[in-house]
């Protein structure tokens, strides 16, 4: 009976971690992380004859938009576009959604890890029990971020 109970146990936990998942993925798929790419180090090598180049002309853009490292419009494109005017609430109700959303995304990935780490511990307590011959040889204990880590003595299969 407690075999059967755990196995319950650990195929909710696998079901949840499942969940998490997929919410994950969904807000993944939502979120742009275009803050992260102008974070990345630059590996684009320009080799210039004189000195003084200016890179906005280069790029046919904005100087303001030299330092954006994706979505770099050019002067055409800009000139094609109508902007919406939005005011500064609006902006500011805009990023504290933005900072919410990765917020939230940031503690799901949390809550996926110590569901994976929950469902390696009830695993291994499974196994523990299975066991016929001697119990094994504990390696590492269990710790918040990792299950506990044994060592079975090797068996010959027949």
């Known amino acids: 009976q407690i075999k059967l109970m755990q196995t319950r146990d ?4 696998n079901m949840r971690a499942t969940m998490e ?6 807000l993944q798929s939502e ?3 275009l803050d992260q790419a102008n974070q990345t180090d630059n590996t684009h090598i320009f080799f210039n004859d004189n000195e003084q180049c200016d890179l906005a ?8 938009l030299i330092s954006r490292k994706v979505n770099r419009l050019r002067l055409s494109d800009l000139k094609k576009i109508q902007l919406p005017d939005l ?11 933005k900072r919410k959303a990765y917020r939230e995304l940031e ?4 809550r996926e ?14 196994h523990l029990l299975s066991s016929k011959q001697e119990p094994p040889k504990k390696i590492k ?15 010959r299969k027949k």
């Open 31 to 33: 979120l742009h992380f």
């Open 113 to 126: 890890k110590e569901l994976s780490v929950v469902q390696r511990k009830l695993e291994i307590k499974t």
């Open 21 to 26: 998942r997929k919410k994950i993925d969904r």
């Open 141 to 155: 204990p269990a710790t918040k971020e990792a299950a506990p880590i044994y060592k079975w003595k090797y068996e």
């Open 87 to 97: 005011d500064e609430e609006t902006i500011k109700q805009m990023t504290s959604e």
């Open 107 to 110: 503690r799901r990935k949390n």
């Open 57 to 64: 002309e280069k790029f046919d853009t904005h100087p303001d």
């Open 10 to 13: 650990l195929k909710y936990i």
